[in-house]
C-alpha cells in the first residue's frame, strides 16, 4: 500500500475508515522486517501520524489497530525519532498500564487486569510490545525511558503479577529484560530502589508453583504432575533472564545473600521440573545455569541442603539430585558436539566452582566422572564415558573449552599433578600445567580435605608399565634402530638435529626447558651459567 495515499487518507477520514486503513496495511506488512530505504521519511510521518492519533483517547479498538502499525513501525530504528521522545514513551508507558513515576494518569494505571475487556488487555500487550522494540532499536529512547522512569513503572507491575494474564506478563518481562541488558545504570536503580531481584524472585516462585516446606527447600514436584504448561515456562525463562542481568555484579551483603539462597532453591526447584519437550527442559536448565554462575559460591549448598527430602549417607546425608541434573545437562551439551563456548563452558565453570568450595559436591562428582581406574589399557580420551569426552576437550581447539574443561578436571583431583596425570595423561594435561606453572609437578593453590582416593588393585598393578605420556598400557613397539650400524644411527641423529637447528632458526619452533618452579624458559636461558662474582680463581 502507498504510504503517501495512507497519510493523506488519515488526515481527512474518519475514525473508521481511517481504521481500516490502517489494518489494511497491518496485514500487508505484518511479515515485514526489512523497510525501503527512500520511503524512511513517509514512514517517520506515519509514525508521528499514529501517536496524534493515540493521543486522542480512541476506542480501544482503534488504539490496538494504531499500535499494531506502530509496531510494524518500530522494527525499523531508522524512523523511530517522533516515539523516542518523552511524549511518545510517556503515551506509550500509560497505553501499556505501567503505573509509577511519571509514567501514564491515574486512571488508566488503576484499572485491574480482570476489569479489562478484551480490547483493552489487546491494547496493553500491543503498547509492551511496541515498547519492546523501541527501546532495543533506539538509544534515544533508551535514555527516556531513565528520564520517564519506566523502571519503577515495571517493577510496580511486577509486584503485581498474581494478576497477569500470559502475554502482560510476557512483555513486561521482557521489556525489564531488554532495559537492563542495555542499560547499566537502570540494572542498579532498580535493585536498590526498586527491589527487581525480590520481585522477579517472587514472579519465578509463583510461576513455578514453589511450596516451601523449609526455608530454603521446596517440595519435590509430583512424579505423576503434567509437565510444567507452554505459558509458565515462557515466562519463567523471560524472568531466568531478567535476573540473570541484575545479579551480574552484585556486591553481596546479608540482604542480598538471603534473597541469593532463595533463589538458588527456586533454581533447585526448576531442575527438578519436566517441561512439555526435552528442547524446552534443556532451555530452562541453560538459564538456570547461567544464573546459578552469578551467585555466591557459598549460596550452592542450597542445591544440597534438603533434609525433608532426604540425602545420601556416604556424601554427608546430602542430597545430590540436582547435581545430577547439572551433570546430565552438562554431558548432553558434550554431545551436541557444538557451540561449546556458550553452551558448556557456563556448566563447567558452574560444577568446577561448586566442587572447589564445597567437598560433597565434588566428592560426588568425581565418583561420577573419575571413578576408580581398572582398564588402563585404552588412551583416557578415547571411549564413550563422561570422563573419556572431558579429557577429549582438553586439547580442544578453543583456549577458552579446553582450558575449562582441564580445570574441571583439575578440581575434581584436587589439584594435584599427580592425580590429574593419571587419569589424563601428559600430553593432555600438559597445556593446564603449562598455564600454572606445574610442569614440574606438585598443587594448587586450594585447599582440600585430606581424605585420599584409594587406586584399585588392577590399577596398582599396571602402574609401572603406563606411558605417563599418553595415560595408557602401549603394546610394545619394534625399535626402529635395531638393525641399524652404528654409522646410520650417528647420520640420522645428525640429521634430527639439523633439522630442529634449522627449525629453530627460522623461528618455527623455539626449544624450551622447565624451570625448578615448573614453568617453561627458552633452553638457552635455563642452560646459562651464572656468572661468579666472589672473586676466586679456583675451579
Known amino acids: 500500500m502507498d504510504l503517501k495515499h495512507i497519510l493523506s487518507k488519515l488526515e481527512n477520514s474518519s475514525e473508521e475508515d481511517a481504521e481500516t486503513l490502517l489494518q489494511q496495511f497491518n496485514r500487508e506488512n505484518s511479515r515485514t522486517f526489512t523497510f525501503e530505504k527512500n520511503e524512511e521519511t513517509l514512514r517517520s510521518k506515519l509514525c508521528q501520524s499514529v501517536l496524534t492519533i493515540l493521543q486522542r483517547r480512541v476506542r480501544p479498538r482503534y488504539q490496538r489497530t494504531c499500535l499494531e502499525t506502530l509496531r510494524i513501525l518500530s522494527r525499523d530504528k531508522r524512523v523511530l525519532a517522533p516515539v523516542a521522545t518523552k511524549d511518545g514513551m510517556l503515551l506509550l508507558g500509560g497505553l501499556a498500564r505501567l503505573h509509577g513515576g511519571h509514567n501514564g494518569d491515574d486512571n488508566q494505571n488503576s484499572t485491574h487486569e480482570d476489569d479489562r475487556s478484551e480490547d483493552e488487555e489487546k491494547v496493553v500487550v500491543e503498547a509492551l510490545k511496541c515498547l519492546c522494540n523501541v527501546v532495543y532499536n533506539s538509544p534515544e529512547a533508551q535514555q527516556v525511558s531513565v528520564d520517564v522512569q519506566l523502571a519503577h513503572g515495571l517493577c510496580a507491575s511486577l509486584s503485581a503479577a498474581r494478576t497477569w494474564h500470559h502475554e502482560v506478563g510476557l512483555f513486561t518481562l521482557r521489556l525489564v529484560f531488554l532495559l537492563s541488558a542495555l542499560r547499566s545504570d537502570v540494572r542498579g536503580v532498580m535493585k536498590r530502589e526498586w527491589h527487581a531481584v525480590r520481585l522477579l524472585s517472587e514472579v519465578l516462585e509463583h510461576t513455578l508453583d514453589v511450596r516451601w516446606v523449609g526455608p530454603h527447600e521446596a517440595a519435590s514436584p509430583d512424579p505423576q504432575a503434567s509437565p510444567m504448561p507452554a505459558d509458565d515456562n515462557e ?3 523471560e524472568t531466568l533472564k531478567a535476573l540473570f542481568n541484575l545479579t551480574l555484579s552484585s556486591t553481596g551483603g546479608d540482604e542480598d545473600d538471603r534473597q541469593f539462597r532463595v533463589i538458588a532453591a527456586i533454581l533447585r526447584h526448576l531442575l527438578m521440573l519436566k517441561t512439555e519437550t526435552e528442547e524446552k527442559t534443556e532451555e530452562a536448565h541453560s538459564h538456570a545455569v547461567n544464573l546459578l554462575n552469578n551467585l555466591p559460591v557459598p549460596c550452592l549448598d542450597v542445591l544440597i541442603d534438603v533434609p525433608v527430602q532426604g540425602g545420601q549417607e556416604k556424601y554427608g546425608g ?7 541434573k547439572l551433570l546430565d545437562f552438562m554431558e548432553k551439551r558434550i554431545d551436541k558436539g557444538s557451540n561449546y563456548k556458550e553452551g558448556l563452558t557456563p556448566v563447567l565453570s558452574l560444577l568446577t566452582e561448586g566442587s572447589r568450595c564445597h567437598r560433597e559436591i565434588r566428592r560426588y562428582i568425581k565418583a561420577q566422572v573419575l571413578p576408580p581406574l581398572k582398564d588402563v589399557k585404552i588412551r583416557p580420551e578415547v571411549g564413550s564415558t563422561l570422563r573419556n569426552k572431558l579429557v577429549r576437550l582438553m586439547t580442544h581447539v578453543d583456549m577458552g573449552v579446553k582450558q ?23 600430553g593432555n594435561a600438559a597445556g593446564l600445567l603449562v598455564a600454572r606453572g606445574l610442569l614440574a609437578g606438585g598443587r594448587g593453590e586450594t585447599q582440600y580435605s585430606e581424605d585420599e582416593d584409594s587406586d584399585t588393585e588392577e590399577y596398582k598393578s599396571a602402574k609401572p608399565f603406563i606411558n605417563p605420556i ?12 635395531e638393525e641399524m650400524t652404528e654409522d646410520q644411527k650417528e647420520y640420522e641423529a645428525e640429521k634430527l638435529a639439523n633439522m630442529f637447528d634449522k627449525l629453530s632458526r627460522q623461528n618455527v619452533i623455539r626449544p624450551m626447558s622447565v624451570r625448578p618452579d615448573g614453568t617453561l624458559a627458552p633452553l638457552e636461558e635455563t642452560l646459562r651459567v651464572p656468572e661468579d662474582h666472589s672473586g676466586s680463581d679456583s675451579d
Do not use: W
Open 235 to 237: 515466562r519463567a525463562m
Open 318 to 324: 546430602k542430597n545430590m539430585d540436582a547435581i545430577q
Open 404 to 426: 575449562t574443561a582441564a580445570e574441571f578436571l583439575f578440581v575434581l583431583c584436587k589439584e594435584s599433578v599427580d592425580n590429574l596425570l593419571k587419569y589424563t595423561g601428559y
Open 470 to 481: 599418553t595415560g595408557h598400557i602401549e603394546e610394545p613397539m619394534p625399535n626402529p634402530i
